[in-house]
């Protein structure tokens, strides 16, 4: 009786704690109820109606950019664009409307599909009348529309975007992901079996910058961008899923962040494919999507694992006779129109317990260390203690969290912010069950 009303009152003291003061970054619940809390959101197809248009977001310095992107038509705006899933050998048709301010044309391109249509026939490059190229594909004219169709043809991680002034429309944020499911089934990256992974542990990383400079002119400057010299541009902000950090551990669709609906907080469970492991574990690792839609090489640097390298730009790593040449590596350094799909997991390797197998090291005296705001209180999984006096903790049920983050650290910053650009973490939650939320 005194046991359970302790624990009520335990439970409902953290509850009001957690929303009150911690809540914005505690991985949770979604904003939105039908869409999991992390994890890559998908919009399925394959019949798409996306919208471009102008809007603005939010910068983890609190500065606000204006932006241009796509929003699922009669939907809200949003960056990046939403992230379209289809399955392989499926026609896929985007409709494409542009409302774009100032009058501007726009176009979308598909690198690594073929033979796509424009309003059913082969979309082309257009040319103005003196034989410059100003498209890379059948634009739309300003309030108008065009369909795009193809066949995907093959399964991968792919980008979309603008193929109308490209230096401008696509940093200006005209970007986003498709991905093309193999037809071996949707927890596949590539038809191959090493390929499988949790469905619930898919992720993405959309890697993209913004020049604010760029951004204002076209904001300020009545549509014609004319204070804004390209051969100036150099990026100040570096996003991770078009946030950053913290932002960016807040879960998909944080009510803060009415424009930037994707989180990038890795959740996973720790990886066991020992059939007498049982399901307390997951016996197929987690897939992160990585895409590079900026100008420059973002070498990404999971901590804590080493990640499986299984494809790049939409092709699985394989031999000249189909043999699998996935690798192992530490590094994810994805280069300007890049993208990889790089299997990760967490192994309980050592199977420390504080009873059965304690850590064999000293741990310091709480008065020589740093705690941090996600720390457990213990170095054991599943396992949490009382923090010293003054110490608040967001951690929830004995998880773990290891950072994983953009290692060009320059780029690590918002407008001269340090430490608040594409850093996110991985969170490693206890096997199961647990009390995780
Ligand atoms: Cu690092």
Redesign the pocket.
């Known amino acids: 009786m005194h046991t359970s009303k302790f624990k009520w009152v335990w439970l409902l003291g953290v509850f009001v704690l957690g929303s009150l003061a911690l809540g914005p970054l505690a991985p949770t619940q979604s904003a939105k109820a039908d869409v999991p809390a992390t994890g890559i959101v998908c919009t399925n197809g394959p019949n798409f109606s996306l919208t471009a248009q102008m809007g603005y977001i939010q910068m983890s310095d609190m500065n606000t950019v204006y932006m241009w992107s796509y929003g699922l038509t009669g939907g809200n705006f949003q960056y990046p664009g939403p992230v379209l899933c289809v399955n392989e050998g499926d026609t896929v048709n985007i409709t494409l409307t542009n409302n774009l301010p100032y009058g501007l044309p726009t176009s979308l391109i598909f690198p690594g599909q073929e033979n796509v249509l424009a309003d059913g026939a082969l979309s082309q490059p257009e040319f103005d009348t003196g034989g410059t190229l100003t498209s890379l594909a059948k634009s739309a004219a300003n309030g108008g529309s065009v369909t795009y169709s193809f066949v995907a043809g093959r399964p991968g991680t792919f980008i979309y975007e603008s193929g109308t002034d490209t230096k401008t429309q696509v940093p200006m944020g005209l970007a986003s992901v498709l991905i093309v499911r193999p037809s071996m089934g949707a927890s596949f990256v590539y038809n191959r079996a090493s390929d499988q992974f949790t469905p619930e542990e898919e992720f993405m990383a959309f890697l993209s910058e913004v020049d604010p400079y760029q951004h204002t002119a076209w904001e300020k400057s009545f549509g014609q961008g004319k204070n804004y010299n390209l051969n100036n541009y150099r990026a100040r902000y570096w996003l991770i899923n078009g946030r950053g950090f913290p932002d960016d551990m807040a879960d998909n669709y944080a009510s803060w962040l009415p424009n930037q609906p994707y989180g990038a907080l890795a959740r996973i469970h720790p990886f066991n494919d020992d059939p007498g492991a049982g399901a307390a574990y997951h016996p197929y690792p987690a897939v992160e999507r990585f895409v590079n839609v900026g100008t420059e090489e973002y070498p990404f640097?999971p901590?804590g694992q080493n990640g499986q390298v299984v494809g790049r730009d939409g092709y699985p790593l394989a031999g000249p006779g189909g043999e699998d040449m996935a690798f192992e590596n530490f590094l994810v350094n994805l280069g300007p129109g890049q993208t990889w799909d790089v299997l990760f997991a967490w192994h309980d390797a050592e199977a420390y317990d504080p009873i059965t197998n304690p850590v064999n090291v000293t741990v310091p005296d709480l008065a020589n260390v740093t705690i941090g705001m996600f720390y457990s209180g213990s170095p054991y999984l599943g396992y949490q203690q009382t923090m010293p006096p003054g110490t608040t903790t967001l951690n929830q049920c004995g998880e773990y969290y290891i950072?994983s983050?953009n290692?060009a650290l320059f780029q690590l910053d918002a407008f001269g912010q340090t430490l608040a650009g594409p850093i996110t973490y991985l969170r490693i939650d206890p096997p199961l069950p647990n009390n995780c939320p």
Do not use: E, K, N, T
Request: aromatic content about 0%; proline content about 0%.
């Open positions: 640097h901590h950072i983050h290692h």
